[in-house]
């Protein structure tokens, strides 16, 4: 082999190098929403109670429409997210929403029905995937897998950083964790998915939702603290009365 040819091999092998952990994590992304029933949320009508409120969401290619209904012993309140924006109704009556608090109502809609899903939705053009390897957890090996936001699309909260772990077998997603801005620094959080259910197809899980018991732990470090018994249980996330169109 001459030295021109070796220098273009050294070339693409430096390229595949620095170009896999991106591949491997879309690659990863893309097994673990086709078993997670992605095709079929497309097009999708998903309602569920979830703490006390029910929520209802349509998809069709794009377009969706996500509702929160929340009835108390006075008012009936009924939030709809949709790509066109932000409404509320009160007792059936539109009511005006101050800028500010339809971004916080937006946000807090949204938050149930993408994390109702997951890992439905990591496609989307303002979401950045980082394979960080293997690591094994209960015995089991998981691809380990960093999503960050841009800004632009990435939401209120887009400096909210994740961690997926999915199955190297099943890819499914087993575990996730996440760090998010508080009033007096970074909050961690990670999810153990128990109770899997497909219901016409779409898998669901509901989350044991654990906290560091160390203040200075890190995100990336979360799946080694569960492991060592370093998380408590702050509560259950449970969806009920599923039901899929």
């Known amino acids: 082999m001459n030295f021109f040819k070796q220098i273009v091999l050294i070339c693409s092998v430096v390229s595949m190098l620095l170009g896999c952990k ?12 086709k078993v997670s029933g992605g095709s079929l949320i497309d097009s999708s009508s998903i309602n569920f109670n979830f703490r006390d409120r029910h929520y209802i969401a349509k998809r ?26 932000f409404e509320r109704f009160v007792n059936n009556s539109p009511v005006n929403t101050p800028d500010s608090m339809a971004v916080k109502y937006s946000s807090s809609v949204n938050s149930v029905h993408y994390f109702s899903i997951l890992p439905y939705g990591l496609n989307d053009s303002a979401v950045n995937k980082n394979y960080l390897g293997k690591v094994t957890i209960k015995n089991k090996l998981y691809h380990k897998i960093k ?44 999810r153990e998915a128990y109770n899997e259910r497909y219901i016409k197809g779409i898998r669901f899980v509901d989350y044991i939702n654990f906290k560091p018991f160390d203040k200075n732990a890190r995100l990336l470090s979360l799946d080694s603290l569960y492991e060592a018994g370093g998380l408590k249980e702050l509560s259950r996330i449970k969806l009920d009365q599923i039901k899929v169109e």
């Open 147 to 190: 999503i960050t936001f841009n800004e632009e699309g990435g939401g209120e909260d887009f400096e909210d950083e994740f961690i997926y772990w999915v199955d190297v077998k099943t890819f499914k997603v087993d575990y996730l964790a996440y760090s998010y801005a508080e009033d007096d620094g970074m909050g961690l959080r990670f």
């Open 60 to 85: 069709n290619k794009g377009d969706f429409l996500y509702g929160r209904l929340t009835v108390n012993l006075t008012d009936s309140i009924l939030d709809i997210l949709t790509n066109a924006g």
């Open 22 to 33: 991106s591949n491997d994590a879309q690659y990863i992304i893309d097994r673990a929403i």
